[in-house]
Each structure stands twice: as structure tokens, then as C-alpha cells.
């Protein structure tokens, strides 16, 4: 069973160690990392170890799925009281119609080739429902 800490959590701290930590995936396919933050500092009420465990996935699998010189676009911004991360790669690519699985345990999606880019923007806390543990409220 995953025990979950909840602690006030900056996002961007969170981010910034996901980037520090997936770093070396990018220096060896000579990729480069777009981040875009905001200003303001974004708190949450969430467990920052698993957060930044989520968000260096993600990195992870940017990168491995991208070329050799891609560049990837991370993107955080605030709207509504919703914290939106998005993560943008030249990947190959996720079918549309698996995102909503692609979070389920034991799940499979077929890689779609024809892509020219992979999108996935999250909203927390209503991304997949070991986040909506992880996460408890925003506070700005």
C-alpha cells in the first residue's frame, strides 16, 4: 500500500526537481527542455515525493519517446484555481481516443506512429485518482 505524506507543496519546486532529476535522459539524446512557470508561487496540499515521482515519468517518457534533438515544452500555469502542467514532445504519440486509459493499472494503448507531436496537459487534481490522493486542494 503507497502511504501518502500531505504537506503544502509549491508546484514549481516540484517541477524544477522533476527537470534536475530526468536531466540526464535529454543530455544523452542531446535534447532540449523548454520550461515555462509563472511568477507567482502555486501551493497545493499534496505529496511532494510522489508529485515529483509522477512528473519525472512523464519527463522520462517524453524524452525516450522523442528524437535525438527534439526539444520538449513543460508548461505550468494557474487558471480558474486549477494548477495546469503540460508537458509537449515530437513523440510518437498516444491515440486520442487512449488518453482517458492511459492512467488505468495494467493498462495498454497502442503507440500511434503517425504522430507528429505528443500533447498531455494535466489538471490537477482530476488527472487519474492516486493524484486525487496525492493532491488535496490549490491554494494561490
Known amino acids: 500500500k503507497i502511504m501518502l505524506k500531505k504537506d503544502v507543496v509549491e508546484l514549481a519546486s516540484v517541477l524544477k526537481n522533476a527537470v534536475v532529476s530526468t536531466e540526464h535522459h535529454r543530455k544523452e539524446l542531446h535534447q532540449r527542455l523548454v520550461t515555462r512557470l509563472p511568477q507567482k508561487p502555486l501551493s497545493i496540499v499534496g505529496d511532494g ?4 515521482q509522477i512528473f519525472s515519468n512523464l519527463l522520462t517518457n517524453a524524452s525516450k519517446f522523442s528524437s535525438s534533438g527534439d526539444t520538449i515544452t513543460l508548461t505550468m ?3 480558474d484555481g486549477v494548477a495546469e502542467i503540460e508537458v509537449i514532445d515530437r513523440g510518437i504519440g498516444i491515440r486520442p481516443e487512449e488518453l482517458e486509459i492511459i492512467f488505468l493499472p495494467f493498462s495498454f494503448w497502442r503507440i500511434c506512429s503517425a504522430a507528429l507531436f505528443t500533447f498531455l496537459r494535466l489538471s490537477i487534481p482530476s488527472l487519474h485518482p492516486l493524484m486525487a490522493r496525492l493532491v488535496k486542494t490549490i491554494t494561490t
Do not use: A, K, S, T
Open 49 to 52: 515525493v510522489r508529485l515529483e
Open 77 to 79: 500555469r494557474e487558471h
